[in-house]
């Protein structure tokens, strides 16, 4: 399995309003630093998983979405807690639907670190892809 990953950052504001989240239930800024991990079996026709700028440029593209906002006003998490799983969900879901169309690619992986020894990640198959092992 061959993979590429991308890297990006964003800041948002949310709260985490469960006795769980201890000092993050109230409002709180937040600066991820986001990879997008893309892998397929097999490459492309130029030998590549795919173009590295055109996966930067689809993770940002995602972020910019997200990019300081607070998540406790944004429509896509209404009546959701945005922890740290939440958030890669949500952008390897966004992620999906223009990777999809590649055809060639396995799975895609997200992970949100929110310090240097703290992260999460949602892994996410791409139904329908092509290609094996060589």
Same mark, same amino acid.
């Given at each position: /399995?061959?993979?590429?990953?991308?890297?990006?950052?964003? /800041?948002?504001? $949310?709260?985490?309003?469960?006795?769980?989240? !201890?000092? =993050?239930?109230?409002? $709180?800024?937040?600066?991820?630093?986001?990879? *997008?991990?893309?892998?397929?079996?097999?490459?492309?026709?130029? #030998?590549? @998983? /795919?173009?590295?700028?055109? =996966? #930067?440029?689809? +993770?940002? =593209?995602? +972020?910019?979405g997200l990019r300081y906002r607070n998540l406790d006003e944004h429509p896509d998490f209404a009546g959701r807690l945005t922890t740290t799983e939440v958030l890669a969900q949500h952008i390897a @879901?966004?992620?999906? %639907? $223009?990777?999809?169309?590649? !055809? $060639? +690619? =396995? %799975?895609? %992986? @997200?992970? *949100?670190?929110?310090?240097?020894?703290?992260?999460?990640?949602?892994? *996410?198959? +791409?139904? !329908?892809?092509?290609?094996?092992?060589?």
């Amino acid at each position: /399995m061959f993979s590429l990953t991308v890297r990006d950052h964003v /800041m948002i504001a $949310h709260s985490l309003p469960r006795p769980a989240f !201890g000092p =993050a239930q109230g409002l $709180h800024g937040a600066t991820f630093v986001v990879e *997008l991990t893309v892998r397929a079996g097999a490459l492309d026709a130029n #030998s590549t @998983v /795919m173009d590295i700028g055109e =996966a #930067s440029g689809l +993770l940002s =593209a995602v +972020l910019d979405g997200l990019r300081y906002r607070n998540l406790d006003e944004h429509p896509d998490f209404a009546g959701r807690l945005t922890t740290t799983e939440v958030l890669a969900q949500h952008i390897a @879901v966004g992620s999906a %639907e $223009h990777l999809r169309r590649l !055809g $060639h +690619l =396995a %799975e895609i %992986e @997200v992970t *949100l670190r929110e310090t240097p020894d703290a992260w999460a990640s949602y892994t *996410l198959a +791409l139904a !329908g892809a092509t290609g094996s092992d060589r």
